[in-house]
């Protein structure tokens, strides 16, 4: 293994803002704790909470370091005391609580995986991506094979995934998307139904293909007043798992709908969970997913990647919304 340098070059947020405000600076190379290993970064997914963090909307939790960046995927270049699954020089890729933006970055041993047969590139789109499908799905949303998912934004990294894993699953996929080459693309990774939200109502495009049944489950990153219309368009004892919300966290809602159908509408966010919590979900992602990925069953949609001194450009790319699928940093 080469040396490990003093200090690494990072991309910091100089002040909330526009994409500009991510400059490289350099930082001191961290030093791994108890249970934690530093990985030297070969690349980092992009994800919305790096957005948003960048405009001062998401600060990271206690602990955390302010540099954005929640998922990558490179070589392990140290050990902190207690790591015994990896070894220095294993390819790995990792869920991390901020830090992904720079040359080494501190990932708990437990929330790393092995790269089950994908390039460094792609790996680093999975981790957040994956973890976030697997715990909101089908842990809190309880999908099973021959019930029907409804994944609002199918076109992003949360719906690329989405949709393969429920159709690698078992289940039926419905999607809604803003463009019909975006539709045409969820079709592509298997979604069996895409609606074009801008055109179609995606209630009644649910009703009819599930016979007027609804969803089991819906996943959703837009809130407001898709909060509603996911209650009309959810089955009885359907369950709605709420991710994100791109419009508005506030809604009027006739919660009859949640009685009369018997709905559960939980939600979750991963960065602020315990160790433990994700180390848990990380452990049931390798059992039942990273075989899919190894089968060539999931496989991460890459849209662009870039070098990570353009993060700027990246997140201008995040926030045109025009990608399908990941934008990955390379370092």
């Known amino acids: 293994m080469a040396t490990i340098p003093a200090t690494m070059t990072v991309i910091g947020i100089k002040t909330p803002g526009a994409p500009e405000v991510l400059v490289p600076e350099q930082r001191p190379v961290p030093t791994p704790g108890e249970g934690e290993i530093l990985?030297?970064?070969?690349?980092?997914g992009v994800n919305r909470p790096d957005v948003m963090q960048r405009k001062g909307l998401y600060p990271p939790p206690p602990g955390a370091p302010d540099i954005p960046g929640l998922e990558i995927a490179g070589e392990v270049a140290a050990l902190g005391a207690g790591v015994t699954r990896w070894k220095l020089g294993d390819r790995v890729m990792a869920l991390v609580s901020g830090g992904g933006y720079g040359e080494y970055c501190l990932a708990q041993g437990s929330h790393a995986l092995p790269l089950a047969g994908l390039s460094l590139v792609e790996a680093a789109a999975i981790p957040e991506t994956l973890l976030t499908v697997w715990h909101n799905v089908f842990e809190r949303g309880g999908l099973k094979s021959g019930e029907t998912l409804l994944v609002h934004g199918g076109s992003s990294g949360i719906g690329t995934t989405a949709i393969q894993l429920a159709k690698a699953l078992g289940a039926r996929v419905i999607t809604t998307a803003g463009s019909d080459e975006k539709c045409e693309a969820c079709r592509k990774l298997g979604a069996d139904l895409a609606v074009n939200y801008k055109r179609q109502d995606f209630v009644a495009e649910t009703k009819t293909f599930t016979d007027g049944k609804g969803a089991n489950v819906i996943l959703d990153m837009v809130g407001g007043d898709y909060i509603p219309r996911n209650y009309e368009a959810a089955s009885v004892e359907g369950r709605i798992v709420q991710i994100a919300f791109m419009g508005s966290p506030k809604a009027e809602v006739n919660f009859m709908r949640l009685m009369l159908k018997r709905l559960h509408h939980t939600g979750s966010t991963l960065r602020?969970?315990?160790?433990?919590?994700?180390g848990a979900i990380t452990r049931a992602v390798e059992q039942h997913a990273l075989p899919l990925i190894a089968a060539g069953?999931?496989?991460?949609?890459?849209?662009k990647t870039f070098p990570l001194k353009e993060a700027a450009a990246a997140h201008s790319l995040m926030e045109s919304s025009a990608h399908i699928g990941k934008i990955v940093l390379e370092i």
């Open 39 to 44: 990985v030297k970064v070969a690349a980092a």
């Open 272 to 278: 602020s969970r315990s160790n433990a919590d994700k």
């Open 297 to 303: 069953k999931l496989k991460p949609v890459i849209y």
